[in-house]
Every structure is written in C-alpha cells, then in structure tokens.
C-alpha cells in the first residue's frame, strides 16, 4: 500500500519531534504542503506571531542609537553602525524559533489530518 503525501508529512514531521531533529521535506511534499489546508492555517499562525512581534516592539520602544562615527557615505572616514550583527536572532533564539515552529506545524497538520483520513475498507 502506497502511502499518501500527507501521510508521509505528518511521518516526517512526528520523527523530527520525537527526535529533536529537523524535518527534511522533498519537493513533491513541499507542494502538496503548499497546496493544503494546512499551509493556510501555517499562514494564520505566523501572521498572529509577527503582529504580536509588532505589538511587543511597540510596547517597548527602541532606545535611540547613537552612531559608532561622525561620518558615513563619503568613503572616507569610517561608516556609522551598530555592530555587523545588529538585529539578529541568537542561536538559542533561533533553535527557541526552530521548536515553536516546528510544534506549530504539527499540530496544523494533525488537525487537516484528522479531517481528511478516510477509512479503509
């Protein structure tokens, strides 16, 4: 018996939970993702994640940000920034990011799953 994309999605996505790995996805399941139900809701989630982003960001105002110099653009003198890695995530924000995500996408896709099983005869 040949098992369906989603089938072997939900295998990929339920094996890199269990394992604390990542899921690895070939084209063909990526597009059947894509095509889904559930990329849909995968779009929902991270539409609310970046407005509460936003609304944190707004919360807390930045401080303002002095420059590093007095002048920049003329090639000169050296250029005015914050650091070369300004506004990046850390490695534990990033694996943090990684999890939630990963969480979330199993979960929107347990729920199409739920929905689209069909009994066998």
């Avoid at 269990?18 to 070939?26: K, S």
């Avoid at 894509?34 to 707004?58: F, G, N, P, T, V």
């Avoid at 943090?96 to 969480?103: K, P």
Wanted: charged residues 25%.
């Amino acid at each position: 018996m040949t098992c369906g994309p989603f089938t072997a999605i939900t295998d990929a996505l339920e094996r890199a939970a269990r394992n604390g790995t990542r899921a690895h996805l070939n084209h063909d399941l990526v597009r059947a993702l894509i095509a889904s139900e559930a990329y849909s809701i995968l779009l929902d989630d991270r539409k609310k994640e970046l407005i509460s982003a936003w609304q944190e960001h707004d919360g807390n105002p930045p401080r303002p940000v002095e420059p590093s110099s007095g002048r920049s653009g003329s090639g000169i003198g050296p250029t005015g920034t914050t650091g070369e890695y300004a506004g990046m995530m850390t490695a534990e924000e990033r694996e943090a990011v990684g999890r939630a995500a990963s969480q979330r996408a199993l979960e929107a896709v347990n729920r199409i799953g739920r929905h689209r099983r069909r009994k066998t005869p």
